[in-house]
């Protein structure tokens, strides 16, 4: 098991831009696939991006392809979610999330029900 903190959030105009971290502890010898998900009041959590352990594979929701860029560090052992042209509908409460892939380095997971560790999440509020 791992842990994921995540921080970054917080309250920011439209159009304007934000990044993410989270910050795994633990297990950190074992290669995780990582991804972040998004849920806003009332609706269902929402896959946002993905990527391998490599980092090399990447993956994107439509709503965000071209605005958002996931990447990682593997020898801080962190995940950075950068959100540019950030939108009102951009508000969600944001999760990272890890799922160890001991045979692959370049798989990753759109769904959430294959992640295995959340973090707590992260408040993105963007303003009109």
């Known amino acids: 098991q791992v842990q994921l903190v995540e921080s970054g959030g917080g309250l920011v105009q439209a159009g304007g831009s934000l990044r993410l971290s989270c910050a795994a502890s633990g297990r950190t010898f074992t290669k995780y696939a990582m991804g972040w998900f998004r849920q806003a009041p009332g609706k269902e959590r929402e896959f946002v991006a993905a990527i391998s352990w490599s980092g090399t594979n990447t993956v994107y929701a439509d709503s965000v392809k071209g605005r958002f860029t996931i990447s990682r560090d593997n020898v801080n052992d962190t995940v950075f979610l950068q959100m540019n042209s950030l939108k009102p509908e951009d508000t969600a409460v944001y999760h990272c999330?890890?799922?160890?892939?001991?045979?692959?380095?370049?798989?990753?997971?759109?769904?959430?029900?294959?992640?295995?560790?959340w973090g707590q999440g992260t408040q993105v509020t963007v303003s009109s």
């Open positions: 999330a890890a799922r160890a892939t001991a045979y692959s380095d370049t798989i990753y997971y759109t769904s959430w029900t294959l992640y295995n560790d």
